[in-house]
Each structure stands twice: as structure tokens, then as C-alpha cells.
């Protein structure tokens, strides 16, 4: 047998270890957010804010289309997914031993681990297909899809923890079922169901996958939801891609813009869930 | 007293809620049927074609009509388990970093956020970094190992996708790690253990299934990522020779060529192509869920 | 026992075809305190939450059987509980739980009249106020909180929550209030001031607690039922029930050999 | 609750304990004034009352015990209550026997004129209205004082006693009457008996102190 001074060393020598291992893997995170910052922070001004792209060559233009777009494709699917995921979140929570409770909840499943092109190619033969062409509306579908699962768990897992006596004590004043979810069970969940919007706009908001073969694109400011339109991510896709430098430096302040947005509701969602 | 009508009112109401959640609950299994059976139906024309065979043929050829998607699958698994790789010893550091030295405090709030939130930035950003930051330097690498300096490829993308991963398989191992019951740990203790011996004798085996399930549900995350490894995978249709060769994922050739698909066998082999992702990737899916509520239990 | 205000006749209650209350006949005094004791699982609960019908929201619940309700307004009306609207029941028979549990999202203020604000009905400013400190008053908790009315009701101890749940169910005005082991959640001197308040109530509404404590039905009612795996075993004046049982089962419950 | 039930349960037996005090009274009086209807309500109209609500005090300290498990000065309380209300109804029947004897001394002449044995009923009322009074002030000095008064009323039935014995002697017809006046001063005795009795229970409930059968002088010291 070793040593008892040998193995508290070697018990001492591998936490240090281990604790160098799991700082050194928030590198790639802290470098992400420097070069980010650095490449984008000098091109975000006020009328990179507020123009619409300019062709190449010409200086200025912003990214305004995108700024647009990305706000009414998750307006919209916030609009598909905020009712239909808290009302199912509400079934699961209420009728949680029910047989379609168990299906629902294997598509939840399913539909949290989906890839997000897989659900893009879907909304393609769905909406697009019919249609005949790219649009809004079927981009929004594509991040409602995305966004759901997020919205029915964290309500589902909400309702659950609310005492069961809070609802009954509801009914018991004579309440109508309908009006005891929707007027103490749900606003005392509030918070929590907010929670889940808030990470499932998080989760949408930089989805890119979904939207090449739904929302397309458009280098013009548009409001029509029937039409394709742009959004940040695709924008910051196609100027990454491009071969020129100036749309380049576009992308960069696009991304910076995307991942401070995308980054603050994840902490705020983090920091509501953690009271 | 209410009238008559008010009663029957108020017990309608409860009816149509009742209905109405009913409905959602619904909606959203008809929308998993829904999903699979759309598939299903526009990969038919390439499954009639191709059969089975499919996914064993080695040439993708557009122009030919000739789709065999080995290559993509190749490229898909191998991606995804260097990625695993990769990330794995980082994710068993924070885990027991997380789950047993720093539970609380500032500093495990710090680290936490820090390792976390780099699945917050969208996919395409990575990618974009990936493509300015990473492809430079493993294009140094190769240089100096003497191959040929593509920078996009493999290596690249499983680097990327190892970042991606590692928030989810590392906090899936962080509460695995802290489900481990504190009677146990000093059971071990009391009989002389050092830390490092707890850790590596106790609280590991106990937890190991909650790695395990950790690992696999980022595997699925891995196999299905799709922007940040079309922009540094390199888009080749071959069958990669080496890690630093590029290659395609069964994603990033359904993100490349799905809007300029001409032809409906293209098309329809292209749709095969998500089918089989969809596929793969809900059966890794549900066995790292399976796995996690039985934990939980 | 002339004037009733609740009756049983045959109840029977079930789970999922396990019968939990047998074939119950109940009649409850108006004006009193009825306690219903029995030692855990003898289906004393679920007995009250036949008679404002909560029984039913349980997964495979089953009743048989029929409460009636006895309104005395202007001439006396008897009410099939079962005939009518849950919710009309609901009101007319109000409840009080084990834990206490004032809607989180809602004041003090709001706590009181709930009733009113989920079930739609319009309230002025003044009938609300006047609601309010009445019912506090009468719970005997206006002067703890007449200060802090519209803060949250969730902050007050867990007696003074209790009252809170009882104001609640006492501003529907109902005829009966049931009272599902209100004290087991609380201290002995919350306890204490529950039942001195249950005691002053009785003059207004008609009480019926359930208890598993003995000493809480001794103490408190005017009346006492002994339940015993789902039966009636025992029903009379509390006076007669604890110094002459009639049943055997009832004497070895309340000298503690059973429960 | 326990307070408001113990109230009442004191009113009654102090309600009680006058009743049984004024048929003591009525008794003595009606011998006294020779008022045959006075004794006559004693017998058919207190005694009944008195036996009655014996019966419902016994019940309502049953009733108290098993429904509140009272415990220190209530439990005291309770069951010296219980205690009492055995005392006084004997008390009632002792004035029972003392209106009997009346009524047949009424129908008679004179054997002597009665001058202790009216200031010894006043003595004996005196001690149960004082017993009963400490009982409901919780007076203990007044309780003791009580019992402490117990040798005069002694003291008269011995003098009585001697003074009837000389007339007996004298002259043999009185004997039968002669006997009537002793069983009523005998009754009064025991009746100034109970009256101490209740003193001592008394001074258990306030001060939880025994102070029966010579126990008095160690408590005083501290010890049972």
C-alpha cells in the first residue's frame, strides 16, 4: 500500500489538474466573444442600425432588412408557439397519466432533439412547397416548431410544482375549472412560463438551418409575411460566405448584435429561474 | 341563485378548455406523425430508386442522377465521435470540477456561465469564427505536418462541434455528479479515502450512467448541427481520406444544395438524406432521454 | 338535532372501484360544530369533499348515494348537491385545506375576495372594503394586517395564512364551511387561535372539521362523527360520544388503542 | 372552550351549594316557627333539585375531563367539583333529615326553648356560605378559617347533648322528642363536617396543598 502523504499529493495534484482542464475549456467561449466583439463592435453604428444593405463597392448600408426580419419571424413564432406550447404544457401538466399525454410527450421529446435542418426541409414541403415560394410566415412556422418543445416543458414542469391545494382551493370557492387554470394556475406559474419563452426565443432567435429553405433571404425591407424576408443569422450566413471583405465586416457586427441579444436573454432566463 | 342557463353555461365552457387543451395535445402528435410521414413521402422517389442501397453508394452526382450517401454518412459519424473525443476529457473535468470541488460560490457560478453559454451563440456565428479564427490556424498545422493545407475540413469541423457539444454532455455529468448521495461519499471518506479516490471509486460508477446519457444526447446534438459545419467542413463529395481532408455531414449537404436541387430525384435524395437524420437522430435521442429519467427514478 | 343543514343519504364514495366511504347518512346541525374524526385513511376527507363535490375531481372518483343542502331563506328549500352546477355547490359549501394556501399571485386584499374576482362577479370599491375588513374581523386577523393589505399573502405565518384561507371561504358567504385538518400544519398556538375563532364562528356559518386529534374534536365540537374504514361508526352530541361511546370501536379509538 | 365551560360548571355548583344552604335554612326555620309548608318544600320541592343537580354537575365534570384532558388547577378544579358536589348533595340530605324531625317537633309541645341549637345552625350556614365563598373568590385563608371553626359547632352538640340528657332523665316522655332535637344538631354537626371538608378542597385547588387527617403542619413546612 502507498502512502497516505503519497495519495493526498496525488488526490491534491489531480483536483488542480481537473480544475486547469475545466477553465481552460472556457477558452474557445471567451475567444468567440473577444474576436466578436473586436471585428464588430467598430462597424455597429447608427446607420448600420437603420439602412438597408448597399451593393458592393458602395460604402455605408446596414443591415436594417435583417434587423427586421428576424423581429417578425419570431414574432411570429411566438404567436404559433406561445398559445399552442402553454396550452399543451397545461394538458401535460393536468392530465399528465393520459395515453395522448404519453405521445405528446415522445413528440416533445422528439421534437427537442430534432435538427434544426430537418425541421426547415419540413416547413419546406409544408408551406413553401403549396405556396410556390419562399416567405416569412414559413420561416416563422420553422422557429415556431424549434421554439414549442421549449415552451410546453418548461410550462408542464411549472404547473407541476404548484401545489395542487392552490388549484383546489380555486375550485372549492367555486371557480370554474377553466378559469382556476387560466386565472390562478397560470399566473402563479407565470414566471417560470416565462422562463421558457424567453429560452425558447434564446434558442430561435440564432436558428439558421431552418430558415434557408423557408425564409430565403431579401435584401429589401420588407413587411409582407407572404413574401421571403431577411433575417440576422441568414444575413450574417451569406456575408460570411461572400468573398468580400466589406460584407465581411458587416457579418461581424450582425453576429456581434445577434450574440449579445441571444446571450442577455440566456442570462436573464438563467437568472429568473434561479430565484 | 343562477338561472338555469348560467349553469349550463359555465359547465360548457369547462368542456370547450378541456377541449381545447385536448386539442393541442393533438395537434402536436399529429405534427411528430406529421413530420415523419412528409418525409417519408418526398424521399419515397429516391427510396423507390435507390432502395436501401442508398446509404452504401459512394458516388453523389447530380449530374449523372447517381446518389449514394456513404460519403456524408461517413462524414457525419466521423465528425461526431472525433467531436466526442474531443470534448469528453473537458467534459469530465467540469463535471467533477461542477459536481464535486466547487458546488457553490462564486467561482462555480463564474465557470458555469462561462462553459455554458457557448451553446447560447447562434450555430452561425461559430461557424463564421470558425472560418477566420480556426481555419487559419489548422491550416498552420497541416502546413507544418506537411499535408496538403486545405484548413477547412474534418478536423476543423469536429473541433467546432466539440465546443458545441461540450455544455451539454458537462452538465448532464455536473448533476449526475451531485445526485451522488452524500452518506456514500462519506462512507468512502470514513474508511480513508482521499478525495481523488472518492471521486474516481464512488462518485463515477455511481454516476456513470448520467455520463453515459450526457454523451449520448450530445452525440445527437453533434450528428444533426448543421451551419457551423457547412461553413468549415469544405463541402467535398468524396469519401475523406484523412481527419484534415474536407468532407460533407448528411446536414451540410442538405443546407448546400437543397435550394438549388434541380430534378425531383435530387430533390427526393436529398429529403432521404433528412429522413435518415431524422431518424438516427431521434433513436440517439430518446435512448440518452430513456436513460436520464431512469436516472431520475 | 331538529334544524339540518347537510344530509347524507346512503353516500358512497370510490377510487378507481376501491370504496372508501360506505353508505354513509349524515345529518349535520345548523349552527354548529360537527367534528369528523377516525384514524388516517378511514375516508373522513374524502366524506367532506362529497359534499361540495370535490370528491369528484379525482381521477376515477365515483359517488353514490345523496347530499342535500338545506337553504332556510324566506322558507326552506332542499338542494340536491348532485343535481346542481359544482361550482353553484361550491359556493354555498366552502372549504379551508390542510396547509394553508393563500393565491401566491394575489394580496391580502385580493386573498378575501377571491371568490368574487375569479369567479367574474363585480364588486364597487366600497362593497369590496367593506367585504374585506368585515371578514378579516371576523377571522380575527384585521388588526395583524390592516396595515399591509396589498402586500402578498404568502409572508404571513402560517396561522395567520390559515385564517386568511378561512376569510377567504367565510366572504362567499356560504352556508357550511368543511375544514380539511386545518391545524395540521400549524403550532400549537396558532392551533389554539384557530379553533378559539372556529368556536366564535359557529354563530354565523355551520362548521364541519376534520380531525385525526381527539383532543382537537373533544375540545371544539358540538357534535362528533367516528369514521372507521369508510363507515359511520359512531355520530352524536360530543358530550355523549366522549363519555359513553356506544361502540366499541369508537371507545378504543378515543383511548388511543386504534388510529 | 375550557375557561368559559369551567365558569359555568363553577356557577352551577356554587348554585348548588345555595340551594342545599337555604334548605338547611328553611329547615331550621320552619322549626323554629313551627311553619309546616316551609318543611314541606324542603322535602318534595329543593331535595328533588338538589339530587337533580347532582346528577348534572357529575356530568359535566365527566364531560370536562374526557373532552379537554384539563390538566394542573383545572384538572384540581374538576375534580374537587366533583368532590363538592358529593358533599352537598349529602348536605341536602341531611337537611332532609333535619326537616323531618322538624315536622314531627312542630305537632308537639316544647320540650325546652331552643336557644343553642339555633345559634349552631346559624354557625354550621355560617361555615358552608364561608366554604362556599372561598371556593368561589379561591379565598384559602377563608377556607381555612373554616375549618378551623369546626370544635365550636362541636362544642354546641355537646351542649345540647348534656342539656337534653338532663331533661330525658327528668322526665321520660320527652326521650322520643328529646331524640328528634339531637338528630337534628347531630345533622348539623356532620353538616358542619362537610362544610369543612370543602374548605380543605379548597385549599387543594388553590395552593395544591393536603391539609386533611393532621396533614396541616407539614405542608405548612413543605413536604406531603
Redesign the interface.
Known sequence: MKS?HF??L??KI??VF??L??????V?????LY??IKNGISVINWEFLTSLPKPVGEPGGGILNAIVGTTILIIIALILAVP?GI??G???A??G?SK??F??R?????????????V???V???IVKPMGHFSALSGGVALG?MM?PVV?KSTEEILKLI?R??K??????????????L??VI??G?SGILTGILAGT?RI?????PL??TA?GNPFLNFNILKPISAM?LL??NY??SPYEEW?AK??GA?CI??VF??T???IT?LISKR | MASRFTRKLALNKDKIFNLVLSFFAVLLIFLGVGFFLSLFNASYLAFKKFGIGFFAGKNWDPVQEEFGALPFIYGTILTSFIALGISFPFSIAISIVLGEYFQKGFFAEILRYLTELIAGVPSVVLGFWGLFFLVPLVREIEIALNVPPYGVGILTASIILAFMILPYSASIGKDAMRLVPNELKEAAYALGATRWEVIKKVMIPYARSGIIAGIILSLGRALGETMAVTMVIGNYHGIPESIFSPGNTIASVIANEFTEATGEVYLSSLMYLGLALFIITTVVNLIGRFILKKLQH | MTDIVLRTENLTASYDEHIVVKNVNLSIPRNSITAIMGPSGCGKTTLIRCFNRMHELSPKAKVEGKVILIEKNHQIEEIDVYSIDPMLVRRKIGMVFQKPNPFPTMSIYENVIAGYILNGIKLKKSEADEIVEETLKKVSLWDEVKDRLHKKGTFLSGGQQQRLCIARALAMKPDIILLDEPTSALDPVATLKIEELLEQLKDTVTIVIVTHNVGQAGRISDYVAFMYLGELIEYGPTDVVFTRPRHEKTEEFLSGKIG | MLAEKLNKLKEKIVEQGNLVESMIEKSIRGLLTRDKALLIDVLQVDEPRANEMEIEIDEMCVNLIARFHPEAKDLRTIIMILKMNNDLERIGDMAVNISESALFLIERPQVKPLIDLPKMAEETIQMLKDSIDSFIKGDSNLAKNVCERDDIVDAYRDQILRELITYMISDPTTIERAIHIERISRNLERIADLATNIGEDVVYIVEGKVIKHGRYKETEQGGV
Open positions: 497516505y495519495r493526498i496525488k488526490s489531480i483536483s481537473l480544475t482542464f475545466a477553465i481552460l475549456s472556457t474557445p467561449f471567451l475567444l468567440v474576436f466578436i399552442f396550452f399543451t397545461v394538458f401535460l393536468e392530465k397519466d395522448i399525454a405521445l405528446s415522445l413528440v416533445v421529446e422528439i421534437l427537442q432533439g430534432v435538427p434544426s435542418i430537418v426547415g426541409i419540413i419546406y414541403l409544408w416548431i414549442l410546453i401545489p391545494e392552490i383546489e382551493a380555486s375550485l372549492a370557492l367555486g371557480v370554474p375549472y377553466y378559469k382556476t387554470i386565472k390562478v399566473p402563479a407565470f434564446a432567435a440564432g436558428e439558421t438551418a434557408l429553405f430565403f443569422p450574417i450566413f460570411a460566405v465581411w457579418a461581424w453576429s445577434l450574440v441571444v446571450l436573454l440566456n442570462i438563467r
